[in-house]
């Protein structure tokens, strides 16, 4: 197997295009926090950015099938640490996410994305059906409904929901009838507003009641977005230069380093800067798929996809956000915005896919 | 395309069929299009804020982000003529809401917050809005901010908070304490809506402070300055980040006065607790060095916004002490009257030296009885002056006739504004046969000459004019404007009058009868300096209504005067003073005295070599040990010492 790995069957464009949209995110974060308490954050980002590579060529080097098989044993791993997270971990912003201390902490929740993906694949790519069946389906979404749970009391409902997109995507490439999937819709359709009064958090009902109507809550997550809006608006075209947006310096942004960063991105580079860097998103997410198309096997097309579709879940909920289109979730934009634990995770993703491509041309 | 079929007895096939990653590509092609769903549903949801309508967010991120900062001017100082300050400022908080970023309904708890009254906070505001002044100005709303009102203010200001909150550091004005000169300086105060709608203050804006009354009125133009603005950008918690453009507000300028604080503050005291006025000029340039009016307010009231309740009671005081009686009292002036109507007699030839009248207490004129206040006998000019003699002036009055006497009232200056710069000078009335028919349609009848004769009737005049009219005639005929500004421009030229010199000395020799031989101002007598001067004690009730039972309450009481002037000779000082309801007038010319005393002796204190020091011999510092002074060479310092000793 080694003999066919090479430097030249690299996916050096999916790397290229990592690397730029990475240094677009250090770059905005330098801007976003100058003058700020958190001046540090873009070499911090940058040295999280490194050993997300190094992470990016260990998830490459295990043959992935080996991964595949040790999933039950990272399931039982997340599981224990997400636990664990209740007992031991660090209270911030009223959410028990983090295991560490206050000012250095891995946040759990993030490395759970991987599990997910690599369940999902193992899971589907054994099963022998045509078709999934209901049956099979309640047991896989059982196997991702318990981490989601437990994330979702944290509380992080924005991570939990990350997990829905990799099963989603999978249980369609797997094949489900589509009367499932409209009873499915149907039923969530008549829990979601139970849940709305019964699972969600006062802060959470909030943030529905403000992305409905930001006005009405002008000084919460209305604020929030109602800001961020501003800001993305007055960068019009051209933008407003790097270091030069007043919503960005004047800290009337939320956290413009962290889940508003495409906010402060596109206040201080403009519609032009927007195009570009979607672009690359874009960009990033069909050389993905791509190496979905070409993989040897479904395993390997299910941990693409996955990858994939959290991808893309991500981009859509967060800049959805930035542009009020989306209501705020609070999960950051991968890759750009600052935080360890959500580059490694990605890096340790995008490592899988590079593996998947790696090993396409077995048999 | 076409999936495999798939047999469930055939494992083989199928887990080699199943494996086949290509099975799904038509669903990956689907996933595809979706994600080219997704990006341009983001990439519209820019382009409608980006490139659709940018201009409404880039105005909304200015109004997040600029504040303009009024960068208000201090008014100049006033000082005296020896430059020293008798209004200063001292520097405060204001609170200011921007109306950039205004919220009604933040009023609420912003007035929750400071203590102040909603709805006159709301009305304030509405009258700001009202006026369509460029949203640029803030409305002051709060002074002197108490660190307690600072800190909540710091505390809320943030964006998500009350933005509109704005502390303005202010120069606020500083008057003098318990009044002093209190009429003379005025007081500034907020420019009125009433104001603001005429038009030489249209160029005013709202919230301006601007000078109500007294000098700080008449010179406003000088001593408030250019306001200037800032423009600032400011974070999401209100502080600021930087300066975008800044216009420097211009101070105004300071305005040097006539007035002498040692004069002033010797008048004031000398009418402690007394309603009246003391005008000291010096009757050679018309400068005037004191005017003092009592009761008097405590302009430090009105510095900033005066609240109502303070108003209200000045303006209910019965003894109107915001009046300045210094030039708005018009009251008759009684026996000081006498030497203009003794000069206009000299100069008309209607009497001369020889002229003598007998006075046994009282005459009959018209058909009426005139009193005299005492038995003088047989009495001439001189000693009419001097014991004020009412009868002599009866018949001297009766002798001249109205328009003879209002011509030489007028002359000295009487029935007409002095142009002394204040604003509300009253003109006082000077009654003539013109007046009379011009006022009531009836002419003048000879019998009422006789009480104008002695200064009552309708005559009337203010503090000020009878000291410009007396200093004039002191310095022989030369009346020169009163003035309060030093450095005042555009003053007339003096007025002159054609008198026959030894006429007004007969006058004036009178007047330091009054005081040195026994007269009636016997207490304005000096040792040092010779005092000339006139009583005069004005009836307010006729000697009729008093026998028919009007009690003589306090009000009713007679106004006492006293003018006098010194030294005899080349007259320096000219003091008028007005003791109302005094009862008579030799107790105002302690007053007047009082003030001409502190003049000389300042006058003398400054000429006075100031006393020697004895001088310590130079060789005694310079004898250091024999010892020292062959080992240290000579330094800098010793040489400073040498050169010290002559």
Redesign the interface.
């Known amino acids: 197997m080694a003999a066919h790995r090479s430097l030249r069957d690299f996916d050096w464009l999916m790397l290229i295009l990592v690397s730029a949209i990475c240094g677009l995110g250090m770059l905005q974060i330098y801007s976003a926090t100058r003058d700020t308490q958190f001046t540090e954050a873009w070499w911090k980002q940058g040295i999280w950015i490194f050993a997300g590579f190094i992470a990016l060529w260990i998830g490459t080097l295990i043959d992935y099938h080996t991964l595949l098989g040790q999933v039950a044993v990272f399931y039982g791993l997340s599981i224990a640490t997400l636990v664990a997270t209740f007992a031991v971990g660090t209270t911030i912003f009223g959410s028990r996410r983090w295991i560490g201390s206050p000012s250095y902490h891995i946040q759990p929740s993030e490395f759970v994305k991987l599990v997910i993906v690599l369940l999902v694949a193992r899971y589907l790519s054994e099963y022998k059906g045509d078709r999934l069946e209901l049956r099979d389906l309640f047991k896989l979404a059982g196997l991702v409904g318990l981490p989601m749970i437990l994330v979702m009391i944290q509380p992080d409902l924005g991570t939990a929901l990350t997990y829905v997109p990799i099963l989603a995507v999978g249980v369609f490439l797997a094949g489900f009838r589509w009367q499932y999937a409209v009873a499915i819709l149907v039923i969530v359709a008549l829990v979601a507003p139970v849940s709305y009064w019964l699972v969600l958090k006062d802060y959470q009902r909030q943030r529905v009641v403000s992305f409905l109507d930001p006005n009405q809550d002008p000084k919460g997550s209305g604020y929030q977005v109602i800001q961020s809006k501003i800001a993305v608006g007055a960068g019009a075209l051209w933008g407003r230069g790097v270091t030069k947006g007043t919503q960005t310096q004047g800290r009337f942004l939320p956290v413009p380093q962290k889940d508003f960063i495409f906010s402060a991105f596109a206040e201080e580079h403009g519609f032009v800067g927007v195009i570009v860097a979607l672009g690359l998103y874009f960009l990033l997410l069909m050389q993905i798929v791509q190496n979905a198309q070409t993989a040897s096997d479904r395993a390997g097309m299910y941990i693409c996809m996955g990858v994939a579709a959290l991808l893309l879940f991500h981009v859509l909920v967060n800049v959805g956000m930035v542009v009020g289109r989306m209501p705020v979730t609070g999960i950051p934009l991968p890759l750009m915005s600052s935080g360890g634990s959500n580059i490694v995770a990605m890096f340790l993703m995008l490592g899988l896919v590079n593996n998947v491509r790696l090993r396409r041309f077995v048999n | 395309m076409k999936?495999p079929i798939?047999r469930e007895d055939d494992p083989g096939a199928?887990?080699l069929l199943?494996?086949?990653?290509?099975?799904?590509?038509q669903?990956?092609a689907f996933?595809?299009y979706?994600?080219?769903g997704?990006?341009l549903?983001?990439?519209t949801?820019?382009?409608?804020?980006?490139?659709r309508?940018?201009e409404?967010?880039?105005e909304?991120?200015?109004e997040?982000?600029?504040k303009s900062i009024p960068v208000l001017a201090p008014r100049g100082k006033i000082l005296d003529r020896d430059g020293r300050v008798i209004v200063d400022n001292h520097s405060s908080f204001s609170l200011y809401l921007s109306r950039e970023n205004l919220k009604m309904e933040h009023l609420r708890p912003i007035a929750e917050g400071l203590n102040l009254d909603y709805d006159s906070l709301v009305a304030r505001v509405q009258r700001f809005q009202s006026r369509r002044a460029p949203t640029y100005q803030p409305i002051p709303i709060k002074e002197e901010l108490t660190p307690g009102e600072l800190a909540f203010v710091d505390s809320h200001k943030d964006?998500?908070?009350f933005p509109e909150l704005e502390v303005v550091r202010v120069q606020h004005r500083l008057y003098p304490r318990d009044g002093m000169a209190a009429h003379v300086i005025g007081y500034v105060g907020e420019i009125s809506e009433s104001e603001l709608d005429s038009p030489e203050l249209a160029r005013f804006h709202q919230g301006d402070i601007i000078g109500k009354d007294g000098i700080e009125r008449e010179y406003n133009d000088q001593l408030m300055g250019v306001d200037g603005q800032k423009r600032v950008?400011?974070?999401?918690?209100g502080n600021e980040?930087h300066v975008l453009d800044d216009k420097e507000a211009i101070p105004g300028k300071s305005l040097q006065l006539t007035i002498d604080l040692d004069l002033q503050a010797v008048a004031e005291l000398t009418l402690e607790n007394r309603k009246g006025a003391v005008v000291a000029l010096d009757p050679r340039t018309g400068e005037v060095l004191a005017m003092v009016s009592r009761p008097a307010f405590d302009p430090n009231l009105f510095a900033g916004r005066i609240r109502s309740k303070d108003w209200k009671e000045l303006m209910d005081n019965p003894a109107h002490p915001l009046l300045n009686r210094a030039i708005q009292a018009q009251q008759a002036p009684g026996s000081t009257f006498k030497p203009i109507v003794a000069l206009a007699g000299l100069e008309t030839g209607a009497i001369d030296d020889s002229f003598s009248v007998n006075c046994p207490g009282g005459a009959s004129f018209y058909g009426s009885y005139h009193k005299c206040w005492h038995v003088h006998g047989t009495i001439s000019l001189h000693r009419a002056l001097v014991q004020s003699c009412d009868t002599y002036f009866y018949n001297v009055g009766n002798r001249l006739g109205i328009d003879r006497i209002a011509q030489y009232a007028d002359m000295v200056g009487y029935g007409h504004k002095t142009g002394i710069d204040l604003p509300h000078e009253a003109e006082g009335l000077v009654p003539s046969s013109k007046w009379k028919v011009r006022n009531f349609r009836e002419r003048w009848y000879p019998s009422e000459t006789i009480s104008v004769a002695i200064g009552q009737g309708a005559t009337t005049v203010t503090p000020l004019q009878m000291a410009s009219a007396i200093g004039g005639l002191a310095v022989g005929g030369m009346w020169y404007q009163p003035h309060l500004v030093k450095d005042a421009a555009h003053l007339p030229p003096a007025r002159r009058s054609e008198i026959n010199l030894e006429n007004l000395g007969k006058v004036l020799s009178g007047m330091c009868g009054v005081v040195n031989e026994g007269g009636t101002g016997v207490r304005a007598h000096l040792p040092n300096v010779v005092v000339c001067g006139k009583t005069g004690s004005a009836q307010l009730v006729s000697n009729a209504a008093l026998k028919a039972g009007l009690k003589q309450t306090q009000d009713l009481k007679d106004n006492a005067w006293f003018v006098g002037f010194a030294p005899r000779d080349n007259p320096e000082i000219v003091v008028a003073a007005l003791f109302e309801n005094g009862e008579h007038g030799q107790l105002a010319a302690p007053i007047v005295r009082d003030v001409i005393k502190a003049y000389f002796d300042k006058k003398a204190r400054l000429a006075q070599p100031l006393p020697q020091v004895t001088r310590v011999p130079s060789g005694l510092l310079q004898a250091p040990p024999p010892v020292a002074s062959a080992a240290v060479p000579p330094t800098g310092v010793s040489e400073d010492a040498t050169a010290v000793n002559p």
């Open positions: 999936l798939v199928n887990t199943r494996d086949d990653p290509k099975f799904a590509s669903k990956i996933f595809q979706t994600a080219i997704v990006f549903f983001l990439i949801g820019f382009w409608d804020l980006q490139i309508n940018p409404v967010y880039q909304r991120a200015l997040n982000s600029v964006l998500a908070t950008e400011v974070d999401s918690f980040r």
